[in-house]
């Protein structure tokens, strides 16, 4: 019996979701009393260093056939090693490939799953896992009472720390099956800093009045280390890329640090970014919804707040 984490890697690189995963895993695991293997498909450098987040084995196929990032493939593999360690548990980072495999999985398994958990699962009594409903509105304790249970779960939602181990590697050989389904094409993301990951996260909406404007949101992103975002008109009148899109119908983050620029909060977008720890909203409306779900508010121009929030940057 253990905890098993799938470990994602985009082009040999393991995220920062991918270590929470495991140090998530690590947590469930000592609740247990059992240990945390990781489960890793596809050309990585140092797969041991997922010991450093708490996983004691690494079940590890180099082969670069599950570079394609194909769901069925990595379900059918990951279901071996669920297999042969008669793991019990299986945690996945609730991000692109988490959301696709763990629902296979678990149909495969027969085992439940809960989607998008946002804290430690609770075994005093049962296993029991919190998660956000209704686009943040609401929270689900949500039991799962099959022998296996699989759990996604929300970037940013647990605090951990890079310890010193490593992990021992055992090797899988083996190519990923097929699926019927060819990846023609992997674009990579252009922005600097992946929007998922970002701890801060600096987004403008419809108020900004054009892609012109948006020279001062990406000065101000860059200078507190965040990542740019948009809402959903700004996207679909290209303004920005739509992998900036954040919303019901776009990326849902949780960033320690929201800042919303000309952004009206409609309920639709707050689907997206009312998990942030902190949120900022400049408006110039006072009556702007944003500002229910604000932390801290500014009623203001845009244009006169932005380059001064620049300038105190700059002088810290
Ligand atoms: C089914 C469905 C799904 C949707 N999904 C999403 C989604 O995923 N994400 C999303 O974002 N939207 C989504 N929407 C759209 C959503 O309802 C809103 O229309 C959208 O979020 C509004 O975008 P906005 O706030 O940028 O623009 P607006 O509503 O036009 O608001 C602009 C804001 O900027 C302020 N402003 C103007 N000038 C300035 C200035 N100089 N300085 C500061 N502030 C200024 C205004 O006071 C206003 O509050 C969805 C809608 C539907 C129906």
Not at 83 to 94: I, K, L, M
Not at 187 to 208: D, P, Q, Y
Not at 298 to 306: L, N, W, Y
Request: glycine share 10%; charged share 20%; proline share 4%.
């Amino acid at each position: 019996m253990s905890v098993l984490v799938y470990v994602n890697n985009y082009g040999g690189t393991i995220h920062k979701n991918a270590f929470e995963a495991v140090a998530y895993g690590k947590v469930i695991a000592d609740k247990l009393n059992t240990e945390v293997h990781a489960a890793l498909f596809g050309p990585v450098d140092n797969p041991d260093q997922l010991g450093a987040y708490g996983a004691s084995k690494v079940f590890y196929n180099s082969s670069a056939t599950f570079s394609n990032h194909d769901p069925s493939a990595i379900t059918a593999a990951l279901s071996e090693v669920v297999a042969s360690q008669g793991s019990e548990v299986v945690v996945f980072s609730h991000d692109y490939t988490g959301k696709s495999v763990a629902p296979r999985l678990a149909a495969r398994l027969k085992a439940g799953l809960v989607s998008g958990a946002i804290d430690i699962p609770n075994t005093d009594s049962g296993f029991v896992v919190k998660k956000a409903v209704f686009s943040g509105k609401a929270f689900a304790d949500v039991e799962i009472m099959s022998d296996k249970k699989i759990i996604s779960v929300l970037p940013n939602s647990l605090e951990y720390s890079k310890g010193e181990g490593k992990a021992e590697v055992v090797s899988l050989t083996g190519d990923a099956q097929a699926s019927g389904v060819s990846v023609k094409e992997i674009k990579k993301e252009s922005s600097k800093l992946s929007l998922n990951e970002a701890e801060i996260v600096v987004s403008g909406g419809r108020g900004l009045r054009g892609p012109e404007n948006w020279g001062m949101v990406e000065e101000l992103a860059d200078l507190l280390g965040a990542a740019t975002a948009c809402s959903r008109p700004v996207a679909d009148i290209d303004w920005r890329p739509h992998h900036e899109h954040v919303g019901q119908t776009g990326l849902a983050i949780r960033p320690n640090l929201y800042i919303a620029i000309g952004i009206s909060g409609a309920i639709q977008h707050l689907a997206g970014v009312n998990g942030s720890k902190v949120i900022v909203v400049i408006n110039t409306d006072p009556e702007a919804p944003f500002f229910k779900a604000a932390d801290y508010g500014i009623i203001g121009d845009a244009f006169q707040v932005v380059p001064k929030l620049i300038e105190a940057a700059k002088a810290l």
